[in-house]
């Protein structure tokens, strides 16, 4: 019976004698014992009464038998519903009650807070710690490994991803076995990735970058992976020798800047570093190829669509862009407000259709016709630029753009300014309420170790490089700027800080 993801992704495991995963110890795991392990989980759930259909909420730590629990998804036709490890008991509550979730799989640590949250919504609770233990675990040895996966097409859906909800309810972007599929088959064959690949893995599970990017990959490959728990530079660099690719998000590589060790040399060996999930700044982009001599591929894509676009394997990877569309892939920009095309080189609403964008929102029809055309295009929210070479640069979110005085400042176009001035690492500029112009751009700062910035000589050199009602009324320096997990910069929380600046 076909199972498009488990055909593809999970059943080559099932006869490869070799390595497939080495954890932070130096156990190393072949594709047949992960593939077992994923089979007795199957069985497992299966004994649970779970069906194809059924939605799974896991919180549990980055282990490989996490990800045999994500494989054991694909092979029963449970939808996967992963979760931030860092999400509080009532933040998870949310996700269980709007999934409907059968099963809540958490830390044994969190049980009693857990296991009330699954109880209240008619749900059953299993654990998985750190360890790769706890009940369902000891299920799965119980069960056996005699699972049959199911039969599924690739309409049918694989995972519901919850979007960060730093405005409103966070929606659930339905993925379908043919959206993450497709995407993969794309990626290996843009990024060439193969056997021989050795992919050094320290991204959370919980977000489609580690999950469907990087290991959807590496599972369609045929390739191995390193998994790290998560990144600490010290760890990277003394795997790095072992590995062929990485992939990051800019504070991965900022990091590794940082230190010493890393080095032309320490890198010489690697084929591939790529960035995703937050802009990368032109200067890291420059100092990382300085350092090593390669130039990291930054790519772009969302939680509802995977990945978009890319910079070339081949060819120019262009500073301070996310590259071309993807094969197969259609990108346009428009006019926010009347959906039309504008001009080349224009900003404008990013717009993207293909096999990898998501079916629409868990139980949000509303808000799903709102964002996804009837012609398939899906808008993104995203504002940004597609150049005469066909390279797509993003400005910034919708939400982001400021409008002061009745012009719209795009925050992109200020912080690339603030980020060439001496003394400042990075920079984030938001729009907090003024009693006159609607807005005020405030810009937010950052100073390089043992540098400091002086407020109006950031403003005064502004002063020569922009118009007046593009100006920051106000420059405030921090130790640093908020990030969620993967490194965006929580602007939302920055808005706040600054809400009554005007009042």
């Known amino acids: 019976m076909p199972n498009p993801l488990y055909d593809h992704l999970v059943a ?32 497992a759930l299966s004994g649970l009464g779970l069906q194809a259909g059924d939605r799974m909420a896991v919180q549990v730590e980055k282990t490989p038998e996490a ?76 069960a056996g490994i005699g699972f049959v996966p ?34 993969a088959r794309v990626l290996v064959d843009e990024w060439r990735f193969d056997e021989n690949d050795v992919l050094l893995h320290a991204l959370p599970i919980f977000h489609t970058h580690g999950l469907f990017v990087a290991i959807n990959v590496v599972l369609l490959s045929g390739g191995s992976m390193i998994f790290l728990p998560g990144f600490k530079a010290d760890d990277v660099i003394s795997w790095l020798p072992r590995a062929t690719t990485m992939m990051g998000v800019p504070t991965f590589y900022t990091r590794l800047l940082d230190t010493p060790a890393f080095t032309r040399d320490l890198t010489r060996h690697m084929r591939l570093f790529t960035s995703g999930s937050a802009p990368l700044l032109a200067e890291t982009h420059q100092s990382f190829e300085a350092r090593t001599g390669h130039r990291i591929l930054e790519r772009y894509g969302m939680t509802e669509t995977n990945m978009n676009t890319s910079n070339p394997y081949d060819g120019e990877r262009r500073a301070g862009t996310v590259g071309h569309a993807l094969p197969g892939i259609d990108v346009k920009i428009t006019d926010p407000e009347t959906g039309e095309a504008v001009r080349q080189g ?14 629409g929102y868990w139980r949000m029809p509303e808000k799903t016709r709102e964002e996804l055309r009837e012609n398939g295009f899906f808008i993104t929210g995203d504002i940004g630029t597609i150049d005469a070479d066909g390279y797509v640069t993003i400005v910034g979110r919708q939400k982001d753009l400021i409008i002061t005085g009745g012009y719209n400042v795009y ?88 809400v009554s600046l005007f009042a």
């Open 411 to 498: 925050p992109k176009e200020i912080e690339l300014i603030l980020d060439e001035l001496p003394g400042v690492l990075e920079s984030a500029v938001v729009g907090v309420p003024h009693p006159d112009f609607g807005e005020a751009v405030v810009a937010v700062l950052v100073a390089r170790p043992g540098a400091t910035i002086d407020a109006a000589g950031v403003i005064a050199a502004l002063a020569e490089r922009l118009a007046r009602f593009k100006q920051p009324k106000h420059v405030a320096i921090l130790a640093d700027l908020p990030r969620n997990t993967m490194g965006k910069v929580q602007k939302n929380l920055l808005r706040q800080e600054f």
């Open 150 to 183: 199911v039969a599924r097409s690739g309409d049918d859906l694989a995972a519901i991803l919850y979007t960060s909800g730093t405005t409103g309810r966070s929606k659930g972007a339905m993925l379908s076995h043919e959206n993450l599929l497709s995407n």
């Open 67 to 142: 990800l045999a629990l994500y494989c054991a998804a694909i092979a029963t036709g449970i939808i996967f519903l992963p979760l931030n490890t860092a999400y509080t008991a009532a933040e998870v509550e949310y996700f269980v009650e709007d999934a409907e979730a059968s099963l809540l799989v958490g830390d044994p640590s969190r049980k009693d807070l857990l296991s009330q949250v699954a109880q209240r919504h008619g749900a059953r609770f299993e654990t998985l710690d750190a360890g790769g233990e706890g009940s369902l675990r000891d299920r799965a040895k119980a």
């Open 12 to 43: 080559p495991l099932a006869t490869r004698g070799s390595t497939f995963l080495t954890d932070a110890r130096g156990n190393e795991i072949t594709g047949e014992s992960l593939h077992r392990t994923a089979m007795s989980f199957a069985a």
């Open 346 to 359: 224009d900003p404008g609403m990013i717009e993207v259709r293909g096999p990898n964008v998501f079916k």
